[in-house]
């Protein structure tokens, strides 16, 4: 039978595609590189002739998933037609949805003591690639008179900061009473940040 040959860019997919389910469904260090290319059906060597290590494609699958969230609050930056207030809870609620995936939290496979060096990396990207964006929308704020801030990129900085706190609380899986005031003080905190109204500003609970 021949071999069938697949383009090297869906060959890659498709490992990052079968790597990435089966992380999810058995945990990142029981999966085995073997355990990925015999589900494709492909040889070893294959994997390797794309990925150095299972590390490297966690590393990809992370910037896959951070740069489809810049792409969406690139989006919405650019958009002509908003606000800087109103861009401000669509990022925040980009941020939010980023963390979700299907019934559960992205990447939650790594949130133990074993991998925490991981999620960092995960924390890390994520920051490099989305406060660009956030400090463009301060900016925006701060020229139109919406924002009434002295350093946009301290600003995002503290921002950052404060939604990282309440990730970190999703992951944790505290009590839904407890969440929903670490949602209440972290509206609170970004809109002593940004100078805005109190109650202005609500962050998505679902």
Known sequence: MARITKDPQERMKEILDTAEEMFYANGYHETQITDIVKKIGVAQGTFYYYFK???????????????????KVGQIVADKNSGPHRKLELVLEVMFRTIRYKDGLLFEFLYNDQYLHLMDKLVCKGKQIMSPSLTRVIEE?????????????????????????????TYEKVPAAIYAHYLETASMLIEKVLGLPDNSLKLMQD
């Open 141 to 169: 704020g701060k020229e139109q008179g919406v924002f009434f801030v002295s350093h946009p990129e301290i600003a995002q900085a503290f921002i950052g900061g404060i939604m990282e706190t309440v990730f970190e609380a």
């Open 53 to 71: 290590s299972k590390e490297e494609i966690l590393e990809v699958l992370i910037s896959r998933q951070i740069q489809a969230a810049a792409n």
